[in-house]
Nanobody
């Protein structure tokens, strides 16, 4: 029902910026979707970065990116964004976008940026930050 394709990753020096995009192809069922960004560094578990509700009016961030990253969405374009600023070497990871239908949402899981709260995943885009 939902296909997600990320883009915008790349290599950047510490202090730089990148904007990730995730285009969603959705078979219309009347559902609206909560979405999020996750990342996985080599040898580490995947972690939640930021989440956003269907209207874009509510967002949550991991402490490690609060104040540096901004999640947003353009529903007319079915596109999710992650604006990343003041990047640090520890931000180096594969970044994934994810989606879950409102009818399947477990709010407490979503608020806590847990990956088990999502049903659909993109293939990822690599972000590398050098010092």
């Amino acid at each position: 029902q939902v296909q997600l394709v990320e883009s915008g990753g790349g290599s950047v020096q510490a202090g730089g910026s990148l904007r990730l995009s995730c285009v969603a192809s959705i078979v219309y069922t009347g559902d609206v979707y909560y979405m999020g960004w996750f990342r996985q560094a080599p040898g580490k578990e995947r972690e939640g970065v930021a989440t956003i509700n269907p209207s874009g009016g509510t967002t949550y961030y991991a402490d490690s990116v609060q104040g540096r990253f901004i999640i947003s969405r353009d529903n007319a374009k079915n596109t999710l964004y992650l604006q990343m600023s003041n990047l640090k070497p520890e931000d180096t990871a594969m970044y994934y976008c994810a989606a879950v239908a409102e009818t399947r949402l477990h709010f407490a899981t979503w608020v806590r940026l847990r990956e088990d709260g999502y049903d659909y995943w993109g293939q990822g885009t690599q972000v590398t930050v050098s010092s």
